[in-house]
C-alpha cells in the first residue's frame, strides 16, 4: 500500500498540527494495517513517535510526546491522523507514515512496518 503523509507546516511553539496519512490510492483499505508516525531529524535515527492497530484499540507514544499527541484512525475516511498539541522545537522533523498488516503497535519500531509514505515537514519555532 502506498501512503500519503501531510499537514506538516511551520507552528510557533504551544502550536498544534495534525498530520494526516491517508492511502495513495482509493483501491487501498488501510482497514487491516497497523498504522505508525516515525520522525527523523537530519544525522538522528528515525523514530518511533505514535502507534495504532489496525482496530485502534492498541497505541503506543514514545515518552516524549506523551500527553501531548493523539494518534486516531477514521477508516471511513482511510485516514490516520495524528494531532499535535503543545509543540515543543525539539518536535521539528520530518514526519513519516508507514503502515503494516502485522507490525505490533505495543511498541513502534520502523524496522516492523513494510510500507511507507513521503515525508511531511514540522518547523517548530521557538
Known amino acids: 500500500v502506498q501512503l500519503q503523509a501531510s499537514g506538516g507546516g511551520l507552528v510557533q511553539a504551544g502550536g498544534s498540527l495534525r498530520l494526516s496519512c491517508a492511502a495513495l490510492?482509493?483501491?487501498?483499505?488501510?482497514?487491516?494495517?497497523?498504522i505508525g508516525w516515525f520522525r527523523q531529524v537530519p544525522g538522528k535515527e528515525r523514530e518511533g513517535v505514535s502507534c495504532i492497530s489496525s482496530s485502534g484499540g492498541v497505541t503506543f507514544y514514545a515518552d516524549s510526546v506523551k500527553g501531548r499527541f493523539t494518534i486516531s484512525r477514521d477508516n471511513a475516511k482511510n485516514t490516520v491522523y495524528l494531532q499535535m498539541n503543545s509543540l515543543k522545537a525539539e518536535d521539528t522533523a520530518v514526519y513519516y507514515c508507514?503502515?503494516?498488516?502485522?507490525?505490533?503497535?505495543?511498541?513502534?519500531?520502523?524496522?516492523?512496518?513494510?510500507?511507507w509514505g513521503q515525508g511531511t515537514l514540522v518547523t517548530v519555532s521557538s
Open positions: 490510492a482509493s483501491r487501498f483499505s488501510l482497514d487491516y494495517y497497523a
Open positions: 508507514a503502515a503494516d498488516l502485522s507490525a505490533q503497535t505495543t511498541i513502534c519500531r520502523p524496522w516492523d512496518f513494510g510500507s
